[in-house]
């Protein structure tokens, strides 16, 4: 999505039939996607929940160079990172469409200031466990004649 978005190059080699409206109709139907899709599972018993982590300029800039001066971390590196970070205020613009756009009451996008990691990784552990405790989940219960059964069974098995 975001990519395409950022560069419509990539978009126009889809091959994607002809449509009305051009560019601007594409995003607002893929958008409309993702919510349908989302008010889906929602209506079938899935919590969406989603997370947008929000790194600075300067933070992206400063995790680039660990990565080049650690060796272990030079995997994570490529030329192509630094050519995509021309674009940054286009990417910024894109996530703030997509964010807009497909967030809602029952799949709402979390923004996370992620420059700190351990504050980012604790914001979204507590975003999952709120969650998690407002599913007020608990264990089936045993209706009585199955827990007389049970005992029955373990008289049997302890002996």
Same mark, same amino acid.
């Given at each position: ?37 989302? &008010?889906? #599972?929602? @209506? ?10 929000? !790194?600075?300029?300067? =933070?992206? %800039? +400063? &995790?680039? #160079?660990? @990565? ?10 490529? !030329?192509?990172?630094? =050519?995509? %970070? +021309? ?73």
């Amino acid at each position: 999505m975001l990519i395409a978005r950022v560069h419509p190059a990539i978009l126009r080699s889809e091959g994607l039939p002809e449509m009305g409206g051009g560019e601007k109709t594409i995003w607002h139907d893929r958008y409309q996607s993702i919510v349908d899709l989302e &008010r889906h #599972l929602t @209506r079938n018993g899935t919590r969406v929940i989603k997370f947008f982590l929000h !790194l600075s300029k300067e =933070e992206q %800039r +400063k &995790r680039f #160079l660990e @990565r080049i001066d650690e060796p272990d971390k030079n995997w994570k590196f490529s !030329l192509a990172d630094i =050519e995509e %970070r +021309k674009f940054w205020k286009d990417y910024m613009k894109a996530y703030a469409a997509c964010l807009s756009a497909t967030t809602t009451h029952d799949a709402p996008w979390y923004v996370v200031p992620a420059d700190d990691k351990n504050n980012a990784r604790m914001i979204v552990s507590r975003v999952v466990l709120d969650t998690l405790d407002g599913l007020n989940m608990s264990y089936p219960r045993t209706s009585a004649t199955h827990r007389r059964e049970l005992l029955a069974i373990r008289k049997q098995l302890a002996k």
